[in-house]
């Protein structure tokens, strides 16, 4: 599972913390060290059940006028320079629970799979995907670390999500080392539904989050590449701004568009809708078989929760 530009090692040191060290080429590292809160198992396994927090997330993020939130990764600039990136995102649903669009024509696949992880939609050309692990402009993979910020005004709530985010793309079904990467780390954290498995495709999951973006977005995967002077001549077939796509399969777009997923780790919830009794909670994934280590915490399913000082 080594990728490339980035590769997650997890070692522990001698006095029992755990460290992460994110390999950017193969003589540079960056090591980060989590906090005692951070610390989790990182055995694999398929949760029964969804995570405590799951329903009231998303009872959160479907109350705001537009399900928008701040994602942060890590840039690393030619010179070698560690630097944090934030952008505005839109939630795209749940992977693997598509959200019901009856303007798309897209098949969609059988009620197989459940999960508790965000969905959003990049450009590959983007310095994202990079960011994010993607090791080539084509194709699936990933695995970068990320943080997620949502900031639900109406309730008075932010959101915090830290844990590592994979892109799929045209090769989600394929044998490439990104997209098998990508759905052994996903899958460990999907759940059957009860419905016979046949017939649910990676790939068409890909094609049904495109499908329910708007023409008009659509169309913007066909942009010229992002970031690039205007002065620079536009090299690629069929770019240009302002344009609409109709068609799934459009060749020009569909090379351009990925999903990306964030896998979990840790979830904040701080409730500011009272200021004088401000409430504060962590959830860490644990895995299956775990019992509470936290001062306070308690385990349901395969997450720890306790409740801190806000």
Known sequence: MA?????????????????????????????????????????????????????????????????????????????????????????????????????????????????????????????????????KSEGSGGGGPVEAVWWVEKLGTQWRMRGTAWILGPDADGDSEGAKAAREALRARMWACGEAEEGWSWAREVTGNFGNLSPGMRGTFRNPPPGQPRELPVEGEGLGLGQTVWQLEDPVARKNFRVVVIVPDEIEQVDLSDMQAPKRWLYVYRGASYKSTLPGGEVTGEWEKVELWP
Not at 37 to 43: D, Q
């Open 3 to 135: 990728l490339r530009p980035s590769v997650w090692r997890l070692t522990w040191n001698t006095n029992q913390s755990l460290s992460r060290k994110l390999t950017w080429n193969r003589s540079r590292e960056v090591t980060w060290k989590p906090t005692l809160r951070t610390i989790t198992t990182m055995a694999a396994s398929t949760p029964r059940t969804p995570a405590p927090w799951r329903n009231t997330f998303l009872s959160h993020v479907y109350a705001m006028p537009q399900p928008s939130f701040t994602l942060s990764t890590i840039h690393r600039s030619p010179s070698g320079t560690i630097t944090p990136r934030a952008r505005t995102c839109i939630f795209r649903g749940l992977w693997a629970s598509l959200p019901k669009d009856d303007r798309n024509t897209a098949p969609r696949n059988p009620h197989v799979y459940e999960s508790d992880l965000p969905v959003l939609t990049t450009d590959v050309r983007m310095e994202k995907a990079g960011e994010l692990g993607l090791a």
